[in-house]
């Protein structure tokens, strides 16, 4: 099947930087669009971030300036580049990818397990 692993997250003061990535791996034909979503405690999960196959990227406005989505398609990585992070920032972050299997006709959404980011004030 697939396997999206999340990694890059850890604990960093308010105005830091960190560098999330996820990767695809298993029988994949092609990837669609790739999204991030975070969920904070006690809080719904949000939309982050989405940049598409060919790479025309979307963003929630309070990342908007500060977060810059890419991918490297060879690789099925997407990545996250977390710049003047804040305190509001914190939350797990998880992947989201619309992937085609080899062995199928119809591309399906998979889910990552998730990593922690903590912004200290």
């Known amino acids: 099947q697939v396997q999206l692993v999340e990694s890059g997250g850890g604990l960093v003061q308010a105005g830091g930087s960190l560098r999330l990535s996820c990767a695809a791996s298993?029988?994949?034909?092609?990837?669609?669009?790739m999204k991030w979503y975070r969920q904070a405690p006690g809080k719904q999960r949000e939309f982050v971030a989405s940049?598409?196959?060919?790479?025309?990227?979307n963003y929630v406005d309070s990342v908007k300036g500060r977060f810059t989505i890419s991918r490297d398609n060879a690789k099925n990585t997407m990545y996250l580049q977390m710049n003047s992070l804040k305190p509001e920032d914190t939350a797990v972050y998880y992947c989201?990818?619309?992937?085609?299997?080899?062995?199928?006709?119809?591309?399906?959404?998979?889910w990552g397990q998730g990593t922690q980011v903590t912004v200290s004030s």
């Open positions: 989201n990818s619309l992937i085609l299997l080899v062995v199928s006709t119809t591309p399906k959404i998979y």
């Open positions: 298993g029988n994949i034909f092609s990837i669609n669009t």
């Open positions: 940049i598409s196959r060919g790479g025309s990227t």
